[in-house]
């Protein structure tokens, strides 16, 4: 595992021309001088998003039968708790980006109209490239995070996946799982399951 191996996914480079497009397209339409407080939108969002889509959507359970549905699901996350170290599973997959991109983009043009939401959603973007370096860095062995925030998250991720796959549902920050008692003093007391290691 190597920091190439995040820069060159992809996921990352597919994000981060998304990102300089819509930058250059808001600031082509007016929108980014008028408009640019709305990039720090996605920081505020983040916690929740963050939470409900490991919890609800990648966390879903799987469908008894073999079909295209638990395919996709198992490609979306559950492959990646079978095998924490494959470099290929950290990172969303390809097909799922556009689904998750529009309806994100759909959400803000509802709020702020087509234009301004180029703002929010450039930040949006922004936000997924440091959410894909900060789960990345989770499992690099090499890596030694400088802060005690980091490596206070790195550990909560390592629960996630080793101890109880129920807690620590956070990747950039915990400020949900502190808020509904997903993390912290009261999900280390509960026991480990094996489910950690591998989702149903």
Excluded: K
Excluded at 136 to 156: E, I, K, L, N, W
């Amino acid at each position: 595992m190597h920091r190439r191996d995040l820069w060159t996914h992809a996921t990352v480079l597919a994000m981060l021309v998304l990102l300089a497009l819509l930058l250059a397209s808001a600031w082509y339409l007016g929108a980014l001088r008028a408009a640019w407080p709305l990039l720090a939108l996605p920081v505020l969002l983040a916690p929740f998003v963050e939470f409900g889509l490991h919890r609800f959507v990648l966390h879903a359970r799987l469908p008894e039968r073999d079909g295209l549905r638990r395919r996709l699901q198992v490609d979306l996350h559950h492959a990646h708790h079978a095998d924490p170290r494959c470099v290929r599973r950290l990172f969303w997959p390809a097909w799922a980006l556009a689904p998750l991109g529009l309806g994100v983009y759909a959400g803000y043009a509802l709020l702020f109209g087509p234009t301004t939401a180029l703002v929010p959603m450039a930040g949006s973007v922004a936000y997924f490239v440091f959410y894909e370096w900060m789960h990345f860095s989770h499992h690099d062995p090499g890596y030694v995070a400088r802060t005690r925030y980091g490596r206070r998250m790195r550990q909560a991720h390592m629960h996630h996946h080793y101890y109880n796959s129920d807690y620590w549902w956070g990747i950039t920050n915990d400020f949900a799982d502190v808020l509904f008692g997903t993390g912290g003093p009261r999900a280390r007391a509960e026991p480990a399951r094996e489910r950690a290691r591998r989702l149903r």
